[in-house]
């Protein structure tokens, strides 16, 4: 059991080590700039629920939205203004890359002109009209991101809390004889 939690932990710092933490936020081109600013908000370091909770839905629609190259920067002051972990909001902006922004946004356009014509909008301009498409589907798609996120947060919240009182008892088991 022990060996197994060991196994987790150094997996779960593994995914974590390339996002940026306060120890390591001077090396991002972008946020080193921040990073004294940054350090002081203990908020967007933190992994309680409300930080992870907010950092999972901004940090979901934010991923969606049509703002590729400006994300970092953007998630940066959402966390900031939404008192939300930065790690994680960061961490959400990859989702679009240089290889899934085209799938992404193509997959955005369908969804938004879909939800604009079941919204009853009127065509004003093409330009207009495939802004407006991008933007309603990467919301949609942001929302259901966020949702299933959200949900497992809640699953590994729960494992994690079983797992500790298991831990706890095979602990107060063994030196019950001492």
């Not at 939800?115 to 004003?124: E, Y």
């Amino acid at each position: 059991m022990e060996i197994r939690w060991r196994q987790r932990r150094r997996r779960i710092r593994s995914w974590l080590k390339p996002l940026p933490r306060r120890a390591s936020i001077h090396r991002y081109p972008i946020l080193n700039r921040f990073a004294d600013f940054a350090r002081r908000r203990p908020y967007l370091w933190s992994f309680k629920d409300a930080p992870v909770v907010r950092a999972i839905y901004l940090g979901s629609l934010l991923a969606y939205l049509p703002t590729y190259g400006a994300q970092i920067l953007i998630a940066f002051i959402a966390a900031w203004f939404g008192r939300a972990n930065l790690t994680l909001m960061i961490g959400l902006q990859m989702i679009t890359n240089p290889l899934t922004a085209g799938p992404i946004y193509l997959a955005a356009y369908g969804i938004g002109t879909g939800l604009a014509r079941l919204l009853h909008m009127p065509p004003r301009h093409a330009v207009f009209d495939g802004a407006v498409a991008l933007i309603l589907g990467g919301l949609a798609l942001g929302l259901l991101t966020a949702l299933c996120l959200h949900g497992l947060w809640l699953f590994g919240r729960f494992e994690a809390r079983r797992f500790r009182q298991r831990r706890q008892a095979r602990f107060m088991q063994e030196n019950a004889g001492n």
